[in-house]
């Protein structure tokens, strides 16, 4: 399965219609093909949706659908895919930090496959040597020239052959990108669980999408808390049931001892690093984990109406 192939197919139809989609793109052999998705772009659903699949490598569909209003009244996004390792952990989780001359952004997308250095790869596979990348940058800059030239080189291209999606937290396609990660934050949450990846064959994940924030603190926090408190995903996977009984109170958000503020609450208590946060927090309010052998399901945590 060549992931940055994929999601170049994928992400045809919105090189091919700036106008449409209302972003920016710029081409040149120094940088390849920058694309706005929502800093000076306008960007919008339709790129928001967009840029999730491409980042999940062209392996799941993205949409806006209704939830439950009891919860939410606005708009859902939802992500479906059966192809939860390749689209959410070779691809989708936000493994990439990009610190380079000033520049910060969170990188992910099937780039990550072609740089291959994260220690995940090591266990689920799915590293690849393409002639062209794609990445996914959450970040409130285009990168520069010698940003891009960093990122070529890690993935083993020259830097005409890079395609690099921006969009900040606080925009409209920003904010779907990373409320699209329901079914990713569930897959690695069970990966750091030390449960078996293989046995996930299909996932499936709605989340609320919070109104656009003004700024990228709240944007953080109303993006997280979405997942963290309204997130439900169900997962279906194979083997025994006992592995599901034992490990499924422990996948869902409240099972860490973070759980319970807002996430801005939380994130200004750790000095704005995420990786003072503890790492389990990452996850779905709600899990369930059909197992497709034995025919029995399981359903664990709850959602958080009053944060959301």
């Given at each position: 399965?060549?992931?940055?192939?994929?999601?170049?197919?994928?992400?045809?139809?919105?090189?091919?219609?700036?106008?449409?989609y209302?972003?920016?793109?710029?081409r040149?052999s120094?940088?390849g093909c920058?694309?706005?998705?929502?800093?000076?772009?306008?960007?919008?659903?339709?790129v928001?949706?967009?840029?999730?699949?491409?980042c999940?490598?062209?392996?799941?569909?993205?949409?806006?659908?209704a939830g439950?209003?009891?919860?939410?009244?606005?708009?859902?996004?939802?992500?479906?895919?059966?192809?939860?390792?390749?689209a959410c952990?070779?691809?989708?989780?936000?493994?990439?930090?990009?610190?380079?001359?000033k520049?910060?952004?969170?990188?992910?997308?099937?780039?990550?496959?072609?740089?291959?250095?994260?220690?995940?790869?090591e266990?689920?596979?799915?590293?690849e040597?393409?002639?062209?990348?794609?990445?996914?940058?959450?970040?409130?800059?285009l990168?520069?020239?010698?940003?891009?030239?960093?990122?070529?080189?890690?993935?083993?291209v020259?830097?005409?052959?890079?395609?690099?999606l921006?969009?900040p937290?606080?925009?409209?396609?920003?904010?779907i990108?990373?409320v699209?990660r329901?079914?990713?934050?569930?897959?690695?949450?069970?990966?750091?669980?030390?449960?078996?990846?293989?046995?996930?064959?299909?996932?499936w994940g709605?989340?609320p999408?919070?109104?656009?924030?003004?700024?990228?603190?709240?944007g953080?926090?109303?993006?997280?808390?979405?997942v963290l408190y309204?997130?439900?995903v169900?997962?279906?996977?194979?083997?025994?049931d006992?592995?599901l009984?034992?490990?499924?109170?422990?996948?869902?958000s409240?099972?860490?001892?973070?759980?319970?503020?807002?996430?801005a609450?939380?994130?200004?208590?750790y000095?704005?690093?995420?990786?003072?946060?503890?790492?389990?927090?990452?996850?779905?309010?709600?899990?369930?984990?059909?197992?497709?052998?034995?025919?029995?399901?399981?359903?664990?945590g709850?959602?958080?109406r009053?944060?959301?």
């Amino acid at each position: 399965m060549k992931l940055n192939a994929n999601a170049l197919e994928c992400g045809k139809s919105l090189l091919a219609g700036p106008t449409r989609y209302q972003i920016a793109i710029s081409r040149d052999s120094r940088c390849g093909c920058l694309v706005d998705c929502g800093i000076e772009a306008t960007g919008g659903l339709q790129v928001g949706c967009r840029l999730a699949e491409i980042c999940l490598a062209g392996l799941a569909n993205v949409t806006l659908t209704a939830g439950d209003a009891n919860v939410w009244r606005g708009p859902w996004v939802a992500t479906k895919t059966d192809f939860p390792v390749a689209a959410c952990m070779a691809s989708q989780y936000a493994g990439w930090q990009i610190a380079l001359d000033k520049y910060f952004a969170m990188g992910s997308g099937p780039m990550r496959a072609a740089r291959g250095q994260e220690p995940i790869f090591e266990k689920i596979g799915f590293r690849e040597h393409p002639d062209q990348v794609v990445g996914v940058l959450e970040s409130t800059a285009l990168p520069s020239e010698t940003v891009c030239r960093d990122i070529a080189e890690h993935c083993g291209v020259v830097p005409g052959n890079l395609t690099l999606l921006v969009a900040p937290t606080a925009s409209i396609a920003g904010t779907i990108q990373v409320v699209a990660r329901s079914v990713e934050t569930a897959m690695h949450k069970l990966f750091e669980l030390g449960f078996d990846l293989e046995r996930v064959i299909s996932g499936w994940g709605i989340a609320p999408l919070p109104p656009v924030a003004s700024d990228i603190l709240t944007g953080i926090g109303r993006t997280n808390d979405a997942v963290l408190y309204g997130a439900r995903v169900t997962l279906w996977v194979r083997g025994d049931d006992a592995t599901l009984q034992r490990i499924g109170p422990r996948v869902p958000s409240c099972a860490s001892p973070d759980y319970g503020r807002p996430f801005a609450q939380i994130f200004e208590h750790y000095d704005h690093d995420f990786y003072k946060i503890d790492p389990l927090l990452f996850s779905p309010a709600e899990i369930h984990l059909i197992n497709i052998e034995t025919g029995n399901s399981f359903r664990f945590g709850r959602l958080k109406r009053g944060i959301l």
